[in-house]
């Protein structure tokens, strides 16, 4: 591998799972290779996750990263982004990484703050969808959310991640989702997703 891929996730609207996405995403790679996962959200969500040091990957600020990736060699580039992106920042982020996730809860709101968002991506921008907190059935807003998307044209990855309560326990805890009780569950909707493209490429 020359360079690391580097995966970026980033919403217009915040509580997504932008956080809980790219720690679960920086699991997944750091059974593949060197993975560091990138905090650049002031909040310092992800780097607070991972101070307890139960995560198998290491956690860098963007300032930090610099001087990391310049001294070691990674795989994989996990970045973990504040919500409501300027357009400058985007076109940044699109250039910085092989593949841009934008995560979406199964809701009105959240969805059209994707279509804002998606409004200000440039063409041709490489970009996957996420469906995140995906309630259990019968409720159907997952399934409903994910034909709306299709409708609409979006780039949809084909696996939605449901609704767990494992993910607030990993985060209270400082842990991967699959090591918290009932997170072997969580954990199987990310080891499938790992087997939709492109993310089955980008991590093979
Ligand atoms: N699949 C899920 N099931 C249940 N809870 C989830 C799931 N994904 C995220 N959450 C919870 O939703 C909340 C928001 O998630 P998270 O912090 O990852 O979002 P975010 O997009 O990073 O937020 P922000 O914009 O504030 O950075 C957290 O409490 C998290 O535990
Ligand atoms: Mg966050």
Known sequence: MNRPVAITLSSFKGGVGKTTSSICLATLCSALGQTLLIDSDPNRSASMWARKGNLPFQTATEMSAHKLTSQQRFDFLIIDTPA?????????????????????????????????????????????????????????????????????????????????????????????????????????????????????????
């Open 84 to 204: 409501r992106p300027t357009e400058e920042d985007l076109q940044e982020l699109l250039d910085s990484c092989h593949l841009l996730i934008i995560p979406v809860t199964p809701d009105a709101l959240a969805i059209d703050a994707l279509g804002a968002m998606v409004k200000k991506l440039p063409q041709g921008a490489n970009f996957k969808i996420l469906v995140n907190m995906v309630p259990p059935a019968p409720q159907k807003d997952g399934e409903e959310a994910f034909q709306l998307l299709r409708e609409m044209g979006y780039p949809v990855l084909d696996r939605g991640i449901r609704l767990l309560k494992a993910y607030k326990n990993a985060a209270a805890y400082g842990k991967p989702v699959h090591n918290v009780p009932g997170g072997k569950i969580a954990w199987r909707d990310w080891t499938e997703l790992a087997k939709t493209q492109p993310l089955q490429s980008l991590l093979s």
